[in-house]
């Protein structure tokens, strides 16, 4: 038997182009433009998020027939908010450094509406093992954009790429420099995060006709 | 076995026993790991303290290494010999000064109750340093720091850090472009006490200028470069009974 069915594939395959939570389903916005200025702060935030997701969905899932559905909203934000508290309080203890730069991101996983939205339209109408697979999946569909919008803006905003210059030094003009070449200091700012995901969101939707919503 | 889900009484029983159940946990593992917590946050001020004056293990021109924590305990009560505490206007020695929450006193300043400044003295290399850590607010929250100082009021070094400050902007004033610029710099310029200025285009990106008590400011991050130049004002302004006591003339 194979570990995933075709079913269960797509539940991680989805989620990362046809069915992205940024691009398509438009979620998560959010963060997607407030971290994103540099590489690091993506990837931490993407790990975070893996984390929660993978495991709130289990939780949430194994609850499902459990929970009043009147304060649903309620039980979920309570989940989340727990997750987030337990991975900061253990990186506080043991990775004290990682923690600082985490603390920045703990509100807002906790508001992030990806979670949320997985939570209400699928853990609460599937099993365990499938809520995982989604959780992970959208996880990681989130984490891709996230990643390619970090690597442009601080390749094209500050010319490093986690703090290490990747275009030569920008005040010894070397490198690209020494060619006119300047780092375009509007990309480090939310704005042109806005702009990216546009772009990105554009070039999928050429590529995939199907995907442009009918006016 | 099917339980009715959307009686009222089901729905306050299973909010009660939620809240139980996770708040429980929560302050297990809160009560479990605050001794470890305590310990990491106590190392790391003494890296900062350290880190101001100049006590670190960078390695090159960008990077900020502070002394490792298996080692930091043992040098931070090497290098420095005095902690005190500037209480109205009186300097008293006080041993462990560096764990005063320094925002609870400037509340209490505030509110015109009577404050227990920390201050410190360290030796390293022959130079004296003094070392006045300082608080204020960014863009979203908290912003603080320490600044080390020698007798001629020349910043020999700083260290800044910040709560919430918005990643590749406010939070770069952790990064060594922007905390290198303030050596040098004077905080009493003829005599006079003010503090350090963050400004945009003083025409002097690389500060070779160090006279002019200003630094470059960082892109995209004005309000954070503003909030950094009214805490060091105010730290000066707070400190100043003690600066004007070692001052050599």
Redesign the interface.
Known sequence: MALLSKKDTNLILDPLADNNPITIQVLGICSAL??T??LK?SVVMSISVLFVMGIGNVVISLLR???????RI??QL??IA?LV??VD??L???A?ELS?TL??FVGLIITNCIIMGRFEAFALGNGPWRSFLDGIGNAFGYAVILIMVGFL??LL??GTLF?VPVLGDP?AKTGLYAFGYENN?FM??PPAALIVVGVLIWIQRAQNKSLIEEA | MS?N??KNS??II??VI??VV?GS??AL??SG?KS??KE?ER??KQQNILYAMGVNRNQDE?SVNFIPTTEVESIFNNLIEGQYVLSGGEIQAQEEAYLIDLKKEINKIKKGDKASLPLFVGTNDNQKYYIIPMYGKGLWDAIWGYMAVDEDMIIKGVYF?H??E????G?NIKLRYFMDDFIGESIASNGKFGGISVVKGNNDP?NEDKSDAEVDAL??ATITGNGVSDMIKESVKLYQPFLQSIMTN
């Open positions: 407030a971290i200025a540099e702060a027939n459990l929970i009043p559905s009147k304060i309620i039980v309570i989940v727990a508290i337990i309080q253990v506080k203890a043991f004290y600082k603390s920045v803006r601080e905003g500050s703090g005040i200091g480090i700012i | 339980i889900t959307e089901y729905t299973f909010a939620m809240v996770v946990l929560l593992m809160a790991l470890k917590i990491n190392f790391e960008s850090d709560k919430a918005t990643p590749g902007l939070a690389l892109a995209g």
